[in-house]
Every structure is written in C-alpha cells, then in structure tokens.
T-cell receptor, first 114, second 115 residues
Framework: DSGVTQTPKHLITATGQRVTLRCSPR?????VYWYQQSLDQGLQFLIQ???????AKGNILERFSAQQFPDLHSELNLSSLELGDSALYFC?????????????FGPGTRLTVT | KNQVEQSPQSLIILEGKNCTLQ??????????LRWYKQDTGRGPVSLTI???SENTKSNGRYTATLDADTKQSSLHITASQLSDSASYIC??????????????WGAGTKLIIKP
C-alpha cells in the first residue's frame, strides 16, 4: 500500500458526460501528479500540482481540468467524455516536486465510457 | 527531443531463467533514471533510482545498470519468478533546475514468466 488513495475504483459513464476523480496524497506529500493509461499503452503524464498551485502540464486535453485543494487532495475533472477517454487514471504524490524524490502511485481509477 | 526507448517491447521467459531489459534515452541534461514495475491494472512501484554517478544498483533479484556516456540503462532480473510477470518501465528525469525538470516515461517492456 503506497498511502495514496483514489476514488472511485471504477466508473462507468456515457459519452458526453462529466466525471470527477479524486486523489488523496500520502501524508506529508505536497505534490500530486495525474497520469492516464489507455489499454496496453504507457503512462501519459497529464498535470502536476504543488501545494495548491499548478506546476507542470503534460498531454492534458482542454476538456480535462484539475485542482489541488488546501487539504492537498486533488480532483481531476473530465468533461464531454468520449469513448477514447476510457482508461486507467493514476494519481501519484511526492514530498516536493523535484526529480530527487520518489513518486508513489495510487491504485488508479478505471474509467469506462460507453 | 527528450525520449526514452525501451526494448524489447515484450519478452517471454521460463521461470527460473534470467533476463535483461534495455532502456536508451536522449534526455538532457540528465538527472536520474528510475525503473518501475507495474502489475496489470495496478500503479507502478519503484524498483531503483540512479543518479549520474551511479553505475549499478540492486534491489533483491533486480539489478539496474547505467552508462551515462552512452545513455543506456539495463534492468537484469535473476532467477525469475512467476510474480515477476509485469511491465517494466524506464523513466528518466532531466531539465534545468528544480523548477523545470521533466519525467520522461518509456513505453515499458511487458515481461511474461511461464512455468
């Protein structure tokens, strides 16, 4: 158990809908990362937050947005969902956002868009 | 362009055998290189992390090597077990300073151990 929690574990929704994925980092970690992993694909970095502020952006679509709250939990919002958004979404956390520190991954949220 | 390439894409070996996975990168400036193990449907778990000055690092039956001159790394698995079946991902970090680093993820090698 990495100490990173993600909810829900599974989510099934229809095209055009909007969903929110939630992540709680490990105790003491200030930075949160979101990744998308489509079936049999590698991880794609979406976005990173540090202490409530956006730190880095990867291949995140405009239909997707995220935020990190004062209690350090983070939410990833996915809107106008398409079939291709079906994937595993992972959250990771680290103490601070530098390359020196390890990222710890949560168990993921499996999103299925029908 | 910063890239991480892994080979082979997939590998099947018999239980008890050894294997070596490769990672080549073009990330510059280089900071460190990590190997992760990802079981199907689970989050990646770190195996090793190596900085520029480290040539080899072990974690149980896993040994990673790094040649910063040729920008190559390998992950050697000794006496494979069925539980080693997973994807192994090479991740390289680089960039200028703490505020501008990137993590470049490889596509992974899918390893299957057969009894």
């Amino acid at each position: 158990d990495s100490g990173v929690t993600q909810t829900p574990k599974h989510l099934i929704t229809a095209t055009g809908q909007r969903v929110t994925l939630r992540c709680s980092p490990r105790s003491g970690d200030l930075s949160v990362y979101w990744y998308q992993q489509s079936l049999d694909q590698g991880l794609q970095f979406l976005i990173q937050y540090y202490n409530g502020e956006e730190r880095a952006k990867g291949n995140i679509l405009e239909r997707f947005s995220a935020q990190q709250f004062p209690d350090l939990h983070s939410e990833l919002n996915l809107s106008s969902l398409e079939l291709g958004d079906s994937a595993l979404y992972f959250c990771a956390s680290s103490v601070v956002p530098t390359e020196k520190y390890e990222q710890y991954f949560g168990p993921g949220t499996r999103l299925t868009v029908t | 362009k910063n890239q991480v390439e892994q080979s082979p894409q997939s590998l099947i070996i018999l239980e008890g055998k050894n294997c070596t996975l490769q990672c080549n990168y073009t990330v510059s400036p280089f900071s460190n290189l990590r190997w992760y193990k990802q079981d199907t449907g689970r989050g990646p778990v770190s195996l090793t992390i190596m900085t520029f000055s480290e040539n080899t690092k072990s974690n149980g039956r896993y040994t990673a090597t790094l040649d910063a001159d040729t920008k190559q790394s390998s992950l050697h698995i000794t006496a494979s077990q069925l539980s080693d079946s997973a994807s192994y991902i090479c991740v390289v970090s680089g960039g200028e300073g703490d505020s501008n680093y990137q993590l470049i993820w490889g596509a992974g090698t899918k390893l299957i151990i057969k009894p």
